[in-house]
């Protein structure tokens, strides 16, 4: 039973009744996920039910918490049983992975789940891959005087990981991709550059980056993208005034005074010039819902909201240029606030 993506329509067959009494039943945990009633519609001979837009939303609940301290992850694509409650019967079973691509040209099994825009990675990082049906990935790794290695993980998030990024990443891999291992890279030295499963290749790059972005691509997968031009870091106030008495000998008498201000952290980065061929793959990064920035500074995974209005796809005809670039805008998921 292949797989379908959550985009894509799919209409259960309940035969000619009128009406039927039914269930989704997400199978790993056994959990009902929708029950109701349905009907056939007007001058239609058969009842038909859509079941990918109720399963939509469940592939990101149905996965490990990070309370589970195992982490054994949920096999994507995730299962989903459709039954007959008046007749008491399976009607069928679908299985369905977060595809959201829309693309009915896009093979998982042969094009993987990894779509890096431009394939470089800093040396520090760790680098993701997310697949499907697999109980392991592997990482081809070249170095530089040409030999090869090749490492084999699990498809779970490890304590090392957890231990290394904050919670709120690890607990974000955990609830939007399962099927995901992580490789670091910092545990290797003199690499230049490694394949993953075969698909997708990363370029070691020199090791100057401030930031690098984690984010959700079109396809489901987790995918990593460096930033390796300048940035620009602005807070935007809101200030909270309250009036108070006004003495000309008191410092605290001031007629009026800040007593809260709310700060919303922005950033601008540049990505660097891009190919025709990168520039087309930044929709993975710029339509994603679910990005996190990485500092290498500071060490810590922060989740952002990508304030781009637009994604334009680049290219050297309508640029004028032989290589293009693009500026990403994002703000912070969390107010600070000073008082």
């Not at 079973?93 to 779509?115: C, E, I, K, Q």
Request: aromatic share 12%; with cysteine.
């Amino acid at each position: 039973m292949p797989a379908k993506p959550i985009w894509k329509d799919y209409a259960v067959d309940f035969g000619t009744y009128a009406y039927a009494d039914f269930a989704i039943v997400e199978k790993i945990n056994n959990t009902t996920v929708y029950q109701g009633r349905a009907y056939r519609r007007p001058g239609q001979t058969k009842l038909y039910v859509k079941v990918n837009d109720v399963c939509a939303d469940w592939l990101e609940h149905v996965l490990p918490t990070l309370q589970q301290a195992d982490l054994t992850p949920t096999n994507l694509p995730v299962e989903f049983d459709v039954d007959d409650l008046t007749l008491g019967y399976n009607v069928d079973t679908v299985r369905f992975y977060n595809d959201w691509s829309y693309d009915p040209a896009f093979d998982y099994t042969t094009m993987g789940l990894a779509h890096p825009i431009n394939g470089h990675i800093d040396g520090r990082q760790w680098i993701p891959v997310t697949v499907i049906d697999a109980n392991d990935v592997t990482m081809e790794i070249t170095y530089n005087d040409g030999t090869v290695q090749t490492v084999t993980i699990p498809l779970a998030i490890s304590a090392d990981f957890n231990a290394d990024y904050n919670a709120d990443f690890a607990l974000s891999l955990m609830t939007a991709g399962s099927g995901t291992a992580f490789f670091d890279l910092s545990q290797w030295s003199d690499v230049n550059h490694v394949v993953l499963n075969g698909l997708a290749r990363y370029d070691v790059v020199t090791e100057c980056a401030r930031y690098a972005l984690y984010y959700v691509n079109a396809y489901g997968g987790w995918d990593t993208f460096l930033i390796e031009a300048n940035d620009a870091t602005e807070d935007a106030l809101t200030r909270h005034t309250m009036a108070v008495e006004y003495d000309n000998g008191s410092t605290q008498a001031r007629g009026v005074r800040d007593y809260a201000i709310e700060l919303q952290r922005g950033l601008t980065l540049h990505t660097g010039w891009l190919t025709d061929d990168q520039s087309l793959r930044m929709h993975h990064l710029l339509n994603s819902p679910d990005v996190y920035i990485w500092d290498f500074s500071e060490q810590t995974m922060t989740p952002v909201v990508l304030t781009n209005a637009a994604t334009a796809y680049k290219t050297y005809k309508n640029t004028g240029r032989r290589m293009v670039d693009y500026t990403v805008t994002l703000t912070l998921a969390r107010q600070m606030e000073r008082r």
